[in-house]
């Protein structure tokens, strides 16, 4: 990897706005690599995740056009911790070996990680050799994390509770403020947001 490329982490916990943030960084012309599609490409058939996933776990999860069947895999996973924990090693393996590629590929000299629970899987994410310089978390409180979460299931029809029931599998926000490199405030509107990414770009030195 070039010495001069900075890699900068984007995450933030459910109902923060992260996903608005990171539109905005792209918005602003930045190269974004998105773990959570990685993996959902990742699944595809013929890819190596896909290959890796079968191997381990069989031809029994595969659905009749031979794509993985999401709740088979789900079922066996959730009655066993070690299952789990493979499936989760293998799946992290493959995502940063992809991120890693694509810094390395990119001709970018700023590049954004958006990995929605680095923080949870911090010591994995090291111990798979995940490079980055620093994080940047999108914060509000918890307060107004659990009042939008409550607006989003209503809006989308889900059990309220459920949705807020995810917050709870999550590190508190307020802990992960004393774990990361920059906050981003996102108490304020879509407008107010964009202003503050400008300025902490511009505090950073990174033109856009």
Not at 11 to 36: E, P
Not at 68 to 74: A, D, E, Q, S, T
Not at 155 to 177: C, H, R, T, W
Request: contains cysteine; proline residues 1%.
């Amino acid at each position: 990897m070039k010495q001069n490329k900075r890699v900068i982490v984007i995450t933030g916990s459910i109902g923060t706005g992260k996903s608005t943030a990171v539109n905005i960084i792209k918005d602003l012309g930045f190269n974004v690599l998105d773990s959570d599609k990685i993996v959902h490409e990742g699944y595809n058939k013929d890819s190596e995740l896909y290959h890796n996933v079968v191997n381990y776990f069989g031809e029994e999860i595969l659905n009749k056009d031979l794509t993985i069947n999401r709740m088979k895999l789900g079922k066996i996973v959730f009655n066993d911790e070690e299952c789990l924990k493979t499936l989760n090693k293998i799946v992290h393996v493959y995502v940063i070996d992809v991120l890693m590629k694509g810094i390395e590929e990119s001709n970018s000299n700023v590049i954004f990680l958006d990995i929605p629970l680095i923080l949870e899987n911090l010591k994995q994410e090291k111990e798979y050799s995940l490079k980055f310089d620093e994080i940047w978390l999108v914060y509000v409180s918890p307060e107004t994390q659990k009042e939008r979460l409550k607006k989003r299931a209503l809006k989308e029809n889900k059990n309220v509770e459920d949705v807020l029931s995810i917050i709870k599998k999550q590190i508190p926000i307020d802990e992960k403020v004393s774990m990361v490199d920059e906050i981003i405030n996102n108490e304020g509107t879509i407008e107010e947001l964009e202003t503050k990414i400008k300025d902490l770009l511009e505090k950073k030195g990174i033109g856009w």
